[in-house]
């Protein structure tokens, strides 16, 4: 994740709680939030791409294909 994204989400989320933010600041802070939540679901879901579950009977399943077998 760039850490220019993370600074301007910290300084858009400070000055809205000190002085408030402008229409089009409001329009960014929404924009860079759904870009950063976007990376974050990313990461998240490779990660869930190495877990691994064991199941009952001792073998060991991929989560997303246990996840699969539950619904």
Same mark, same amino acid.
């Given at each position: 994740? +760039?850490? /220019?994204?993370?600074? !301007?989400?910290? +300084?858009? #989320? /400070? @000055? $809205?709680?000190?002085?408030?933010?402008? #229409?089009?600041?409001? #329009? +960014?802070? *929404? $924009?860079?939030? $759904?870009?950063?939540?976007?990376?974050? !679901?990313?990461?998240?879901? @490779?990660?869930?791409?190495?877990?691994?579950? /064991?199941? @009952?009977?001792?073998?060991?399943?991929?989560? @997303?294909?246990?996840? $699969?077998? *539950? /619904?």
């Amino acid at each position: 994740m +760039e850490n /220019k994204l993370l600074q !301007r989400i910290n +300084e858009l #989320a /400070k @000055k $809205k709680k000190t002085v408030g933010l402008t #229409a089009d600041e409001l #329009a +960014e802070q *929404k $924009k860079l939030y $759904k870009i950063y939540l976007g990376e974050i !679901r990313t990461q998240f879901d @490779k990660t869930l791409d190495n877990v691994s579950v /064991k199941d @009952k009977d001792g073998t060991v399943v991929p989560f @997303k294909e246990m996840y $699969k077998k *539950k /619904k």
